[in-house]
């Protein structure tokens, strides 16, 4: 399947959304954990909201025989909150059937922030979300302009990292390659050296 296929794209990232959604709820949670608060910023990085944005702008790109909502939904799983944009029959599936990796993957999240002890475990899941976003997940992004011949942010905000927290010119898009990378790699090093302070001298946080 093409994965940028017009449906097959609203699907995968609905899947990144419950990810992220669940990765997100944790760290929120643990928000004032000495490991993982010094890379504790949801304006930043917060990605649910985000790609909640791109479903609702990319649904609006279908044909509505295949964009709108049910007229029977069915009970989504166990423990799922209701997703903030409508959900097609062909989204419905993630939220009621949970692909079983995923639902591991989730379970594994949910787990480690069940306490204190376990928490800081959430900072290698942060670290391959958040760092394989601003890396090949721009790749992604950037394919997904091409495909869907998007001029500015709408329907890849997911892949937008702004430590100014200002978007206009790629709102605009007219931001270059050179600003976009100058970006990214400011987020990065923000990152690995928040990593860094809350791992602290502990080997087993650190991998070693």
């Given at each position: 399947m093409n994965v940028?296929?017009?449906g097959s794209c609203p699907d995968?990232?609905?899947?990144?959304?419950?990810?992220?959604s669940t990765l997100e709820t944790a760290l929120e949670k643990h928000a004032n954990n000495a490991v993982l608060s010094p890379t504790?910023?949801?304006?930043?990085?917060?990605?649910?909201?985000?790609?909640?944005?791109?479903?609702?702008?990319?649904?609006?790109?279908?044909?509505?025989v295949v964009s709108q909502p049910s007229k029977k939904p069915l009970a989504l799983a166990p423990n799922m909150a209701a997703p903030p944009f409508p959900l097609p029959p062909f989204l419905e599936e993630v939220f009621v059937f949970t692909p079983p990796a995923l639902q591991v993957y989730l379970d594994r999240l949910t787990e480690c922030a069940a306490n204190e002890t376990m928490a800081p475990r959430l900072l290698a899941h942060a670290y391959v979300r958040y760092l394989g976003d601003l890396s090949g997940g721009q790749v992604i992004g950037a394919?997904?302009?091409?495909?869907?011949?998007?001029?500015?942010?709408?329907?890849?905000?997911f892949y937008n990292f702004d430590m100014g927290g200002d978007s206009a010119s790629a709102?605009?898009?007219e931001e270059t390659v050179g600003e976009r990378k100058k970006?990214?790699?400011?987020?990065?090093?923000?990152y690995r050296t928040g990593m860094?302070?809350?791992?602290g001298e502990d080997a087993k946080l650190k991998g070693e």
């Open positions: 940028l296929s017009p995968q990232h609905a899947e990144l959304g419950l990810r992220n504790y910023n949801p304006t930043l990085l917060a990605r649910a909201p985000e790609i909640a944005k791109d479903i609702t702008f990319l649904l609006k790109r279908l044909p509505k394919r997904l302009r091409k495909a869907y011949g998007l001029p500015g942010l709408d329907g890849r905000r709102e605009a898009g970006k990214l790699n400011d987020v990065k090093t923000w860094d302070e809350g791992a």
